[in-house]
Structure formats: C-alpha cells, structure tokens
C-alpha cells in the first residue's frame, strides 16, 4: 500500500453492502492496516506463536444458504462478530476490507488470504451502524468476544 495514495474509507453500511453485491472475493482484516501486513502477508496464530501462511480476515462474500436476504443484514453480522477486537488487542486496531485468494484455514477456521488488494478502511460510524443493525433483530446475538480465564 503506498502511504502516498491513502485508501478510500467506506462510511455508510450500505456503501459496503453495495461493494459486497458487485464483487466476490472480499473479507475484513482487522488490524493495524495494509501497509504493515503486505510487508509480511503473514499473521500469526496467537496461542501457539505458529506463523500462518497468509493474512486472517473474515468473509465478506453472502453464501448461497442466505438466499435473498438482506445483503446489509448479511454485512452488519460480519462486522459486528469481531467488533470487539480494538477494545482487546489494541486500540490501533481497525477494519479494513480487502479482496483476496484463499490459502487456507486458520486455527480458528478464519481464511487466510494472499494477492490482497485493500479496498477501503471500515469508518467508525459503518461499525456503529451494523451494531444497531444487529440490535433491532430478534435473537439474541452477541460479538465473538472471547475470555481466556472465564
């Protein structure tokens, strides 16, 4: 990523949702952002310290089974599942979505891609917007914040 052409920042839900309904391919990395992970294009499985054979990110693409849901629904339970993550690992951390090739699977059966293209930082307010998206359906549903000692 050349820190001379600074990404586009997604500000609306419906922006990405938008992005998610033209192009297959795509995943959230959330992390420090694209400049330091192209330099390694490797993560690292943080119980063991095993380095991964490509960045972790989560799947943006709707799979087959959600039929003709709602892609912004589809969208908001992806972001809000690790929206967690800068309250736990670092405030540094931030969403950013990116189109990439799978080569394989993380411990906690994450992809982990290459041949990443960065397609634009997830704002703040996209976060806050799929937060309420997640807020007003009717399960329980909760971010995958996990507790080592609990």
Known sequence: MDSAHPMVVFTTLHSLAELVTRRRGLYVRWSHGPEPDLATLSSRDELTGVPLPGLSANALDVEDWWGDRSVRTWVA????DYSHLP????????PWALQG??????????????????LGWIDRSVINQANDVINHQPGPWGPMHRHGSD
């Open 77 to 80: 339970r992806r972001l809000y």
């Open 87 to 94: 309250h736990v690992k670092d405030a540094r951390t931030r």
């Open 101 to 118: 090739t799978e080569v394989g699977r993380g411990p906690d059966n994450e992809p982990l891609v290459r041949q990443v293209e960065p």
